[in-house]
Each structure stands twice: as C-alpha cells, then as structure tokens.
C-alpha cells in the first residue's frame, strides 16, 4: 500500500507585521499520514496555535494519532494510541545571536513535519505489549504463544508478576 503524504506546511508570514499577542488557530486531521523518513501516522489529529512574541513565533500544539508498533514479548504489529502537547518558540532570524533551528523562514512558510514526527516518536512506549496478558513467543521454536501452544516445557521460562 502507498503511503499518503501531507504537507504539514503552515503559511506565517503574515504574522512579520502583525502586533505581538496575535494568535491564530489551525486545525488538521488525516485519517493517514506518512512522515518521512519513516513514520506512518493513523488517525493523526492536530490542533494548534501561532502566537507573535517579541522574539518570534510560539508554537503550542496538541497531537493524537495511532502508531503501528512491535509487541516486546510476541514481535507481533498492533496498533499504539499516541498523544502529546508541546510548546516550540520559532525565532526570528533578527532577534537571535545563537545558533538554531528553530528559525521562521524567510519566505514566511513553516513545515512541521519533522517536529510533529520527533514529538509523536517520543509518545511510542519503549516496552509496547499488544495486550496486557501476552504470553510472548517460546524460546524453542520461536512460535508465537498467543495464536498456539507448541508444546515445549516452559519451565524455564519465568515471567515477571503483575
């Protein structure tokens, strides 16, 4: 299946001229959504703000998505609900003397793929489970316990309590 992608760019030129305190709204929903190089996002709803301050542009977002992701214990691919709200200050290329990133274009068009990406890749579980009572794959055959039993002892085997 094709991957769909989006531009996730947001004009903000208008704000170069605009008093500080202006705020403006955006809203985004993709029922699929690939964000290079490698994140597929489902579902992915985006609600966020621009505000002009002195310095230049904050950016405050709110992101929810579904993230396919590999179970530690069966290896198998299940789906993870992923949510995340963050502050970013986009400066203006005039009113820094640091070296940044985060620099407003020029040509007054911001794309927020990669930030979205970076922030949705922190919200995936390090220890994802596809379910909570996953019996994980044997260690024998490497068959996958929660579609059948192999029939190797698992005596060996010692599964932390929950």
Do not use: W
């Not at 989006?6 to 704000?15: A, E, K, M």
């Amino acid at each position: 299946m094709e991957k769909q992608h989006y531009s996730l760019r947001s004009i903000v030129g208008f704000f170069f001229n605009k008093p500080i305190g202006f705020s403006r709204d955006f809203h985004a929903e993709f029922p699929e959504i690939f964000l290079e190089p490698d994140l597929n996002v489902l579902n992915m709803k985006a609600a966020y703000r621009f505000s002009r301050t002195r310095e230049g542009l904050l950016l405050q977002t709110e992101l929810s998505g579904e993230i396919e992701a590999q179970c530690v214990r069966c290896l198998a691919e299940s789906i993870v609900p992923v949510f995340t709200k963050f502050e970013e200050l986009f400066y203006f290329p005039e009113r820094t003397q640091e070296e940044t990133d985060q620099l407003v274009p020029a040509d007054g068009y911001l794309d927020l793929a990669d930030i979205f990406r970076d922030y949705l890749l922190l919200e995936i579980p390090i220890n994802h489970l596809c379910k909570p009572d996953c019996k994980g794959v044997c260690v024998e055959c490497g068959q996958n316990l929660n579609l059948a039993d192999c029939g190797h002892t698992h005596s060996r085997i010692i599964l932390p309590e929950e």
